[in-house]
């Protein structure tokens, strides 16, 4: 099939649950649009099952190599495979995964796999197709006026419906229930034009999603039990068959199963593929992940540089709340704590930087002291003693700075600077250190010179090598190469000796 209408950009709209039809003498741009029946036959468009349409333009990307979800990081040799098959095979999906694991985001991404415009009956509730009507009133339109009957052009942004179930939902939200106030108008209770439809067939000939779909009381999944099988929907006691032609996809987390809510088994059958999701497997991953859906920080005059070091510790911070044993691993560790951790971070660092008349932003080791409060609300700590909610994440961020120190500092380069700090003062760091200090530190003590540069190169900025020196000495210190006091929010480091 050849899509008659002309490519637009229109990735920006906002889906709906409602139809929004666009007449062709709307559209200036589209004149060639067919505005009737007869003119659609006449055109070069056929009707096709939305799963088929799906696959045909799925089948195209990866023929071409373009990926079906560009925005989705870390999923490439795991779940893409997976739901690429489930795609191709035509079946209705249901993603398990934690929270904060893009299940929603690939859901809404599916649109873009839609033709980007679809012809409907003119004033059609459940998107009629003009050759095969199911509604009573595209029937009854199409049996009068015949090729003169009106067409109307749907957006395929506007073909995607979703719900979040929630214990409240009822059948009526879902499927559809009697209007009184078209009773009211004079219509027989017994007549079709009476209903009006639910989320579900107003997404006919579209994707219609589920979000948390275990919280769906019982009694009302199995309403979508005929959705999903026979591809029709029976609304109250009408003698009426109506159809559908849609993709169902719906996402649960996996404790979802047995704790807040059950997935009835006859439903969870008649989902054709099963599509476990994960949280990245790498910290490089989880940085680009970062990179790519944390705000920008943007004031005025002001200047943000995040080193690579310090983004791996926020990585690390949630790569290690994955694995620890006092963290609840159930309710999963979201990538949006590294992400808010991220915005924090530097949050923190553009107040100090700010505060000291700087115009340069690059956060520090010091400025992972504000990590907590982005933190906490994230993850559940597993403990009934109080206070130890501040020990755990304390440990969580110590852990991922030492991580990345080894990681990062050679160990060949710091003998010579643990020699160095024999006899030496101790050296004060802080939020209110100035960058410059720590550039003039390395003149006092050159034998940090090695580390910094092996971690940020020779030509860094003196906020860059502020933030590298701070992981050196801290990192000597979690390593119990160096001692280290704290008071308030400055810190000493010195020799062990």
């Not at 990926?67 to 398990?96: K, R, S």
């Not at 060949?412 to 100035?434: N, Q, R, S």
Request: contains cysteine; charged residues 25%; proline residues 7%.
């Amino acid at each position: 099939m050849v899509d008659p209408v002309p490519s637009a950009d229109r990735s920006n709209q906002t889906p709906s649950d409602h139809v929004a039809a666009v007449r062709p003498s709307d559209v200036a741009a589209m004149p060639d649009l067919p505005a009737n029946l007869g003119d659609l036959r006449g055109s070069r468009w056929e009707s096709m099952p939305v799963k088929h349409e799906i696959r045909r333009n799925a089948a195209e990307r990866i023929r071409r190599g373009m990926p079906l979800f560009p925005h989705v990081l870390g999923y490439e040799d795991t779940v893409f495979p997976q739901l690429e098959n489930a795609l191709l095979a035509g079946h209705d999906i249901i993603f398990l995964g934690e929270r904060g694991q893009a299940k929603t985001r690939m859901i809404r991404s599916l649109v873009d796999l839609l033709d980007e415009w679809m012809p409907i009956v003119e004033g059609s509730e459940i998107n009629d197709d003009p050759y095969a009507p199911v509604s009573a009133h595209a029937r009854s339109l199409v049996a009068e006026a015949g090729d003169e009957t009106p067409i109307a052009w749907v957006h395929r942004s506007a073909r995607f419906g979703e719900k979040l179930a929630t214990p409240d939902t009822a059948i009526a939200d879902l499927i559809g229930e009697v209007d009184p106030i078209r009773v009211a108008e004079g219509r027989y209770l017994s007549d079709e034009l009476t209903l009006h439809y639910g989320l579900v067939p107003r997404t006919n000939r579209g994707i219609f999603a589920i979000n948390e779909l275990p919280d769906l009381a019982e009694r009302i999944q199995v309403g979508l039990l005929n959705v999903l099988e026979e591809r029709d929907i029976q609304i109250r006691g009408y003698k009426i068959q109506l159809p559908l032609d849609l993709l169902l996809v719906a996402s649960a987390n996996p404790e979802d199963y047995t704790n807040r809510g059950r997935l009835i088994t006859p439903l969870k059958d008649r989902f054709g593929s099963q599509v476990r999701t994960h949280y990245p497997l790498d910290v490089e991953t989880e940085v680009a992940i970062v990179e790519q859906e944390a705000d920008p920080f943007t004031v005025d005059g002001v200047t943000v540089s995040v080193p690579d070091h310090m983004s791996d510790i926020v990585a690390t911070i949630s790569q290690l709340a994955r694995q620890s044993p006092h963290i609840s691993q159930r309710s999963g560790v979201s990538v949006r704590l590294s992400v808010s951790n991220q915005e924090t971070m530097v949050a923190n660092a553009a107040r100090r930087a700010l505060a000291a008349g700087e115009t340069e932003v690059v956060p520090r080791v010091c400025d992972l002291e504000a990590l907590p409060a982005s933190t906490a609300g994230k993850i559940e700590i597993e403990t009934l003693e109080e206070g130890r909610d501040e020990q755990v994440l304390d440990h969580l961020v110590r852990s991922a700075v030492l991580t990345v120190f080894r990681e990062r500092v050679r160990p060949e380069t710091l003998t010579k600077v643990v020699d160095a700090f024999e006899g030496h003062d101790p050296i004060e760091t802080g939020e209110d250190v100035p960058a410059c200090s720590y550039v003039e530190l390395l003149t006092d003590l050159p034998e940090l010179g090695a580390p910094v540069d092996s971690l940020v190169g020779e030509q860094a900025s003196p906020g860059v090598i502020a933030s590298a020196v701070e992981l050196v000495l801290e990192g000597l210190h979690l390593s119990k190469r160096l001692n280290k006091d704290a008071v308030g929010g400055r810190a000493q480091y010195r020799s062990r000796g």
